[in-house]
């Protein structure tokens, strides 16, 4: 959990899929009862390392620019809490890790992102994703960061990591909320999983938000690409 947050607080997403990545390899939770609180304490400690980067930071995202993602996400939370009882989990999983992927190896390769993509329409679409993605794996940070590449966010003052982790955060809220009503939050290891991550957590924030305010816009965008390379790659062999 605690490189999840300082993943999240480098790049501004991310916390929920290294975490959940994680401890599904370890066999003992992935072959247990252990299994069914990792999502929701992802989830959980996802929204608090967001909320702990974010609210210092409040008054300087650009809420217009993330106007219609938070409300196109937010929308779709729900539809994308519910789809896994109709769609294969791992067939949607493989499809979202060959989309990252591609969406990397595209941008590696110095073709810049469809200007399309950076528009209102562009937002309702890839908010709309973000948002189911979101409320079925809690992974809302790529569909976000392609809009934010082809809106042009600037990096150099840290527009584009807040705005990221302003829309992340609050759509991993809503998934806190949905898993609430939903009693997911009652399981039996949920509370001394997040007791026991909290501590490691806190720490992950601290080196993160430190490294993330020395980094230059280049080395920012590198690490970004890299880190959505790492989770389309695990996504599409889990």
């Not at 499809?95 to 209102?120: Q, T």
């Not at 909320?177 to 501590?199: E, H, K, S």
Request: with cysteine; glycine share 10%.
């Amino acid at each position: 959990m605690g490189i999840s947050a300082f993943i999240q607080a480098l790049t501004g997403f991310g916390f929920a899929i290294v975490s959940v990545a994680a401890l599904t390899q370890v066999p003992w939770i992935a072959h247990s009862s252990v299994f069914n609180a990792v999502q929701p304490v992802a989830a959980t400690l996802g929204a608090l390392t967001g909320w702990i980067l974010i609210l210092p930071e409040f008054k300087r995202v650009d809420w217009k620019a993330v106007s219609v993602l938070l409300a196109a996400s937010t929308m779709t939370t729900p539809v994308g809490a519910v789809m896994l009882e109709y769609f294969n989990p791992e067939v949607v999983i493989r499809g979202l890790g060959a989309l990252i992927s591609g969406f990397v190896l595209y941008s590696a390769l110095g073709v810049p992102v469809p200007k399309k993509l950076g528009s209102v329409p562009g937002a309702w679409g890839l908010g709309f994703l973000a948002g189911a993605l979101g409320g079925a794996f809690d992974i809302t940070g790529p569909p976000l960061v392609v809009h934010g590449e082809a809106a042009g966010w600037e990096t150099s003052n840290g527009d584009f990591r807040r705005n990221v982790l302003a829309v992340v955060t609050i759509n991993s809220s809503l998934v806190v909320l949905w898993d609430f009503f939903a009693g997911r939050l009652n399981d039996y290891y949920y509370m001394d999983f997040v007791r026991w991550a909290a501590p490691t957590t806190l720490v992950g924030i601290a080196l993160g938000k430190l490294l993330a305010d020395r980094l230059d816009p280049s080395a920012f965008k590198k690490i970004v690409l890299g880190t959505c390379m790492v989770m389309g790659v695990k996504l599409l062999f889990t």
